[in-house]
C-alpha cells in the first residue's frame, strides 16, 4: 500500500532529535589534545615546507633556473594555503557547524 505524498513528506521532515553535546563520550578532552598536537604538527611542517619552497624559489632566481623558481613559487604559495587552512579550520567547521544546526 502506497501512503499518500503529504504523509511522505512529512516522513522526510521528522526530526530526529539528535544535536552535538560536549563531554558525553569518556576520553573526549584526551581526543581534543591530539586533534590540538595533529594541527600543531601540520603548521610545524608547513613552516619547514614554506622556508624548503621560498629557498628553491631564491635558488632558482639567483642561477637562472627558471624551472626550480617556478617549483619554488607554487611551493610557497601551498604552504600558504595549507598554514591558512590549518589555521581556520576551527573557525570553518563552527561556522558551518552553526549553518547547518540553522537547516529546518
Given at each position: 500500500?502506497?501512503?499518500?505524498l503529504?504523509?511522505?513528506?512529512?516522513?522526510?521532515?521528522y526530526?530526529?532529535?539528535i544535536?552535538?553535546?560536549?563531554?558525553?563520550?569518556?576520553?573526549?578532552?584526551?581526543?581534543?589534545?591530539?586533534?590540538n598536537?595533529?594541527n600543531?604538527?601540520g603548521?610545524?611542517?608547513v613552516?619547514?615546507?614554506l622556508?624548503?619552497?621560498?629557498?628553491?624559489?631564491?635558488?632558482?632566481?639567483?642561477?637562472?633556473?627558471?624551472?626550480?623558481?617556478?617549483?619554488g613559487?607554487?611551493?610557497?604559495?601551498v604552504?600558504?594555503?595549507?598554514?591558512l587552512g590549518?589555521?581556520?579550520?576551527?573557525?570553518?567547521?563552527?561556522?558551518f557547524?552553526?549553518?547547518?544546526?540553522?537547516v529546518?
Amino acid at each position: 500500500m502506497s501512503l499518500p505524498l503529504a504523509d511522505r513528506v512529512i516522513q522526510l521532515a521528522y526530526d530526529p532529535g539528535i544535536s552535538p553535546k560536549g563531554g558525553g563520550l569518556p576520553g573526549l578532552s584526551v581526543l581534543k589534545n591530539v586533534v590540538n598536537l595533529i594541527n600543531m604538527f601540520g603548521i610545524i611542517a608547513v613552516v619547514g615546507a614554506l622556508a624548503v619552497s621560498l629557498g628553491v624559489w631564491a635558488w632558482g632566481h639567483h642561477t637562472g633556473g627558471h624551472q626550480a623558481e617556478a617549483n619554488g613559487k607554487k611551493g610557497a604559495v601551498v604552504a600558504a594555503g595549507a598554514a591558512l587552512g590549518l589555521g581556520a579550520a576551527n573557525g570553518i567547521v563552527a561556522f558551518f557547524s552553526t549553518l547547518g544546526s540553522q537547516v529546518h
